[in-house]
């Protein structure tokens, strides 16, 4: 029984220039997915996405540019998908904006961050995921099939931990901006909601909330990170394949609407 297996699915993955976007990408191709790579306009190319275009071939994988937030840039991108191979049946809602630390200062008071930098946030990990699911959800809606995956976060469910960032060097002490979080927990409820109305026309919609992803995090970080984890240590990208998978395929056919939290049970104490 092949649960698993893309062959003949096409895929959308956003934010793919990204750090996690390659591990998307990757694991959809190795499926036999074909991918419709999106990241928005003037965002370089990463070395890793590279070496995926450099292995897979073109009728496999394709890189269009659309900015999350832009209707017209998705409808076009939408059209460039379609005529080079298909419609879409699986949709990665991956692209997100952060705040990292930074060690050389950085840090402020939260009543003074200022609401533009929070309606950013929000306009890009929450709107901009909602107006990619309009887009991409009405073509899936026509053909009557498709999963939608929402990438969320250990913050959709819990805050921060301001004790992570309290060995860095700044005055006021560095705090991950409270947006993030708030932005990432209104994915989860549009996710049911997606989930709800667009169930009777074939469509399943999920949240995946990685953990922290081991990348370049200092030291310190990482020890005080990895001791709230019961499994012990930050996640690695073999660790998000198996869950994406999942989710995309029919191996989760009559799961939808659910958070699957990828995070080592940090959310669980
Ligand atoms: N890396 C982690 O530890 C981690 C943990 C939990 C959740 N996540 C979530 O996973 C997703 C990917 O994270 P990442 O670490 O790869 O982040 P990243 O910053 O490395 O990549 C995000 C990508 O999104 C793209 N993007 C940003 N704004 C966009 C816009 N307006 N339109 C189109 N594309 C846009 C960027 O160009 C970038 O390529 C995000 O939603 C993030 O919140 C990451």
């Known amino acids: 029984m092949d649960l698993f297996g893309l062959e003949?699915?096409?895929?959308?993955?956003?934010g793919a220039?990204?750090?996690?976007?390659?591990?998307?990408?990757?694991?959809?191709?190795?499926?036999?997915?074909?991918?419709?790579?999106?990241?928005r306009p003037g965002q370089p190319l990463s070395p890793e996405f590279a070496r995926l275009q450099d292995?897979?071939?073109?009728?496999?994988?394709?890189?269009?540019?659309?900015?999350?937030?832009?209707?017209?840039?998705?409808?076009?991108?939408?059209?460039?998908?379609?005529?080079?191979?298909?419609?879409?049946?699986?949709?990665?809602?991956n692209a997100g904006v952060d705040t990292p630390p930074s060690a050389a200062g950085g840090g402020r008071r939260i009543e003074e961050i200022p609401i533009e930098e929070t309606l950013r946030v929000f306009e890009v990990n929450t709107a901009g995921l909602f107006l990619c699911s309009q887009v991409f959800g009405a073509a899936m809606k026509e053909a009557g099939r498709g999963s939608i995956i929402n990438i969320g976060s250990l913050y959709a469910t819990v805050?921060?931990?301001?004790?992570?960032?309290?060995?860095?060097?700044?005055d006021p002490p560095f705090v991950k901006p409270p947006a993030y979080g708030a932005s990432k927990a209104a994915v989860l409820n549009l996710t049911k909601y997606l989930a709800t109305h667009w169930a009777p026309f074939g469509i399943r919609v999920?949240?995946?909330?990685?953990?922290?992803?081991?990348g370049g995090q200092d030291e310190d970080f990482r020890?005080?990170?990895?001791?709230?984890?019961?499994?012990?240590?930050?996640?690695?990208?073999?660790?998000?394949?198996?869950p994406l998978?999942?989710?995309?395929?029919?191996?989760?056919?009559?799961?939808?609407?659910?958070?699957?939290?990828?995070?080592?049970?940090?959310?669980?104490?």
């Open 55 to 93: 292995a897979a071939p073109p009728a496999q994988l394709a890189l269009g540019r659309a900015d999350v937030r832009r209707r017209g840039e998705l409808e076009e991108a939408l059209r460039d998908c379609r005529s080079r191979f298909g419609t879409p049946s699986v949709l990665v809602n």
């Open 8 to 14: 003949g699915e096409v895929a959308v993955v956003t």
């Open 159 to 170: 805050s921060p931990d301001a004790r992570f960032y309290d060995h860095l060097a700044c």
């Open 206 to 214: 999920n949240a995946l909330s990685p953990g922290g992803v081991l």
């Open 223 to 242: 020890r005080k990170f990895c001791a709230r984890v019961p499994l012990g240590r930050m996640a690695v990208a073999d660790d998000l394949r198996g």
């Open 17 to 39: 220039l990204g750090k996690l976007g390659p591990v998307w990408v990757e694991t959809l191709l190795a499926a036999g997915a074909c991918v419709y790579a999106l990241d």
């Open 245 to 269: 998978l999942f989710l995309a395929s029919r191996a989760s056919a009559y799961v939808t609407g659910v958070n699957l939290q990828v995070d080592g049970g940090f959310t669980l104490w």
